[in-house]
């Protein structure tokens, strides 16, 4: 959508002062887009606005707003320039199309050892290669809710890699997070350190521990899932702005409900399930071994690649 005659807040529109503009904000009307598709008898019931004047504040949205057109072919040009991850493996390379997309927000979900964190470690050094070396040269935000964050083994990773340690763990830029409001700030305040330090990698590990632990029972459910969404989206924002990767981990869950086949499901509901353009699921295998199943993606075909966790990192 662009904005034209320099309408861009609320308060731009005809009619509309601050404090309209603020219980519209409340009420969800946080956007030029969403008055615009608005109706007039919708906006007066709800503030304090004659059906005359949401009516001109609803065309002067409406007059502001352009719906822009890409292509195909365009979409595809802008897709081949996405750059990848490599991950380490080979194998889960292919699956995933030459390694975790950029522009996209890649999940890992499974239970506890199955690798996730891990596979978050190797992204968080390759992500700094080179280019012909499956890198972006680029630095990583690592949101870190679980306390898991572990320098040496990045350390050995980096040296694996050929990259020096010290300078690789001056590249990634942990935030620790106690709880889900901190974990939000985090990724709402990260602009600023991406423009300047030319992330190319958020990781989140784990989206849901906090969300979880903190929202126990059904009453404040819905609170979490706003909460979650406005999270995510910042998160799918980030990721489309400025062309980085954001790989999320998540736990599972046993749900009873299926009868028939695996019943382990990754939290965190629709909202989650929807944001994630690409889920992977983890599971422990022999030894180092972990199988990795292609789970949703909108490109490639399901399917499963057979992962090991090393000393130096991920491999097979
Ligand atoms: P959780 O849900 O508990 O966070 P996770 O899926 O994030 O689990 P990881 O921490 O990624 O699990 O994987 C842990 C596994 O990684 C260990 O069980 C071990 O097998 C392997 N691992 C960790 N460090 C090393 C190492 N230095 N060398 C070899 N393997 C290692
Ligand atoms: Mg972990």
New binding site residues.
């Given amino acids: 959508m662009a904005k034209e005659k320099g309408i861009k807040e609320l308060t731009d529109l005809p009619g509309i002062g601050p404090t309209t503009a603020e219980k519209l904000k409340e009420l969800g009307y946080d956007n030029i887009e969403k008055i615009a598709t608005a109706v007039p008898h919708e906006l007066s019931d709800l503030v304090n606005l004659s059906v005359e004047n949401a009516k001109k504040a609803i065309d002067a949205a409406r007059q502001a707003t352009t719906l822009e057109y890409d292509t195909g072919s365009a979409i595809y040009d802008k897709r081949k320039e996405l750059g990848k991850i490599h991950t380490g493996s080979k194998e889960l390379d292919e699956l995933l199309g030459g390694g975790v997309e950029t522009g996209a927000i890649t999940e890992?979900y499974?239970?506890?050892?199955?690798?996730?964190?891990?596979?978050?470690?190797q992204l968080s050094v390759n992500a700094q290669l080179p280019k012909s070396e499956g890198g972006l040269e680029g630095t990583v935000l690592f949101i870190d809710t679980?306390g898991?964050f572990?320098p040496?083994?990045i350390e050995?990773l980096a040296k694996h890699a050929g990259l020096d340690p010290a300078k690789a763990l001056e590249n990634i830029f942990v935030v620790r997070a106690h709880n889900s409001d901190q974990q939000l700030l985090a990724a709402e305040r990260a602009d600023k350190l991406i423009r300047e330090k030319n992330v190319k990698l958020i990781v989140v590990?784990?989206l849901m521990?906090l969300f979880r632990a903190e929202y126990m029972g059904r009453g404040s459910l819905n609170e979490r899932q706003q909460k979650l969404n406005q999270h995510i989206h910042k998160l799918q924002q980030l990721a489309d702005t400025y062309g980085l990767a954001v790989y999320i981990?998540n736990?599972v869950m046993d749900n009873p409900g299926i009868l028939f086949g695996d019943p382990t499901t990754p939290v965190g509901g629709n909202i989650v399930a929807h944001a994630a353009t690409t889920r992977l699921y983890?599971r422990?295998s022999k030894?180092?071994k972990?199988i990795v199943k292609l789970v949703d993606s909108p490109n490639m075909p399901e399917g499963e690649a057979v992962i090991k966790?090393?000393?130096?990192?991920i491999a097979g």
């Fill in positions: 890992a499974g239970k506890f050892a199955s690798g996730k964190t891990q596979i978050g470690f679980e898991t572990r040496e083994r050995s590990d784990s521990a981990t736990q983890m422990k030894e180092e972990r966790i090393t000393p130096n990192g």
